[in-house]
Nanobody
């Protein structure tokens, strides 16, 4: 199975930045970042295809950037201008086929990394 390990979460003051990383043990065509705040459903944040095509949730467009290093099986999420409503557990996910925005379509998930914005 594909294993994903996230890192880079933490606490930051509003307006600050964080960079999340997710390293996998196998290549996957589509990589995504999702987040889940307490009492809310998991939502997609950003996605990147094998060719580097990206997509973002409206709430993070212009502030977050997803990228990937295929040679290192690593995907990144650069988060700038963080706001308190960005506070959530952030999860990295991998899908063997082309990207979708549906969480249940992703095959593998990391354990999550907490992001707290005050």
């Amino acid at each position: 199975d594909v294993q994903l390990v996230e890192s880079g979460g933490g606490s930051v003051v509003g307006g600050g930045s964080l960079r999340l990383s997710c390293t996998t043990n196998e290549y996957s065509a589509c990589m995504g970042w999702f987040r889940q705040a307490p009492g809310k459903e998991r939502e997609g944040v950003a996605y990147i295809s094998s060719r580097g095509v990206t997509a973002y949730a409206d709430s993070v467009k212009g502030r977050f950037t997803i990228s990937r290093d295929n040679a290192k099986n690593t995907v990144f999420l650069q988060m700038n201008q963080l706001q308190p409503n960005d506070t959530a557990m952030y999860y990295c996910a991998a899908r063997r086929w082309q990207c979708t925005v549906v969480p249940s379509d992703f095959d593998y998930w990391g354990q999550g990394t907490q992001v707290t914005v005050s």
